[in-house]
């Protein structure tokens, strides 16, 4: 799994970051109609085979279905409602949020492609029902996922990704400290070029 798994809210993101060297990217497109939230989805699936970029579908397992894409990425509720065996007749992957250890073993259950522990530091993204969960409980994932791939989120920067990866992510998600930078093409590279060292 790449090391830098950048997440974008719009295609318009996605064009202006992927030619970059974006290996992993996640579509958490938010709040659109369904016909522009179909062209968001089926536009980024073009893009990221142009470009040999993995695309993650963020909850919209149907469309992911619809339109062909092979990977998606579910929160503990969409998982109420995901049809795991069509996913896996599809040969879709799958990424699982997690917050708690209920939620992880849950989670493991399903054989994801990877599980998401967060937020690891605090985050301003989005008022969350969890506090942080820093760097401890992401070492004890680790040992709980095994092989299964741990992607840290919440509060990541370039400075914190030593300690991130130290403490047994394979992975660290990216939202705001990109989104909200003043050049966030200039801070897309730093982020790829800080990653490709920790490349396991």
């Given at each position: 799994m790449?090391?830098?798994?950048?997440?974008?809210?719009?295609?318009?993101?996605?064009?202006?970051?992927?030619?970059?060297?974006?290996?992993l990217?996640?579509l958490?497109?938010?709040?659109?109609?369904?016909p522009?939230?179909?062209?968001?989805i089926a536009?980024a699936?073009?893009?990221?085979a142009?470009?040999?970029?993995q695309?993650?579908?963020?909850?919209?397992?149907q469309?992911?279905?619809d339109?062909?894409c092979?990977a998606?990425?579910l929160?503990?509720?969409?998982?109420?409602s995901?049809?795991?065996?069509?996913?896996a007749r599809?040969?879709?992957?799958?990424?699982?949020?997690?917050?708690?250890?209920?939620?992880?073993e849950?989670?493991?259950?399903?054989d994801?492609?990877y599980?998401?522990?967060?937020?690891?530091?605090?985050?301003?993204?989005?008022?969350?029902?969890?506090?942080?969960?820093?760097l401890?409980?992401?070492?004890?994932?680790?040992?709980?996922?095994?092989?299964?791939?741990?992607?840290?989120?919440?509060g990541?920067?370039?400075?914190r990704?030593?300690?991130?990866?130290?403490?047994?992510?394979?992975?660290?998600?990216?939202v705001?400290?990109?989104?909200?930078?003043?050049d966030?093409?200039?801070?897309?590279?730093a982020w790829?070029?800080?990653?490709?060292?920790?490349?396991?």
């Amino acid at each position: 799994m790449d090391p830098f798994y950048l997440i974008v809210g719009t295609l318009a993101e996605a064009e202006r970051l992927v030619p970059l060297g974006v290996r992993l990217i996640q579509l958490r497109a938010k709040q659109m109609e369904a016909p522009e939230l179909r062209r968001q989805i089926a536009g980024a699936r073009d893009l990221c085979a142009r470009h040999g970029t993995q695309l993650v579908v963020n909850d919209h397992w149907q469309l992911a279905l619809d339109l062909g894409c092979d990977a998606v990425h579910l929160g503990q509720e969409d998982m109420d409602s995901a049809d795991f065996p069509a996913l896996a007749r599809a040969g879709i992957r799958i990424g699982l949020s997690t917050h708690d250890e209920a939620e992880l073993e849950r989670a493991l259950s399903h054989d994801p492609a990877y599980v998401a522990l967060g937020p690891v530091w605090p985050t301003l993204l989005k008022k969350m029902a969890w506090g942080p969960q820093g760097l401890d409980r992401v070492t004890r994932w680790k040992a709980m996922a095994g092989t299964t791939p741990l992607v840290g989120i919440g509060g990541v920067t370039v400075d914190r990704l030593p300690g991130l990866f130290a403490a047994g992510a394979d992975s660290a998600a990216v939202v705001t400290d990109i989104a909200r930078a003043p050049d966030p093409v200039a801070r897309c590279r730093a982020w790829i070029a800080a990653t490709r060292a920790w490349q396991r």
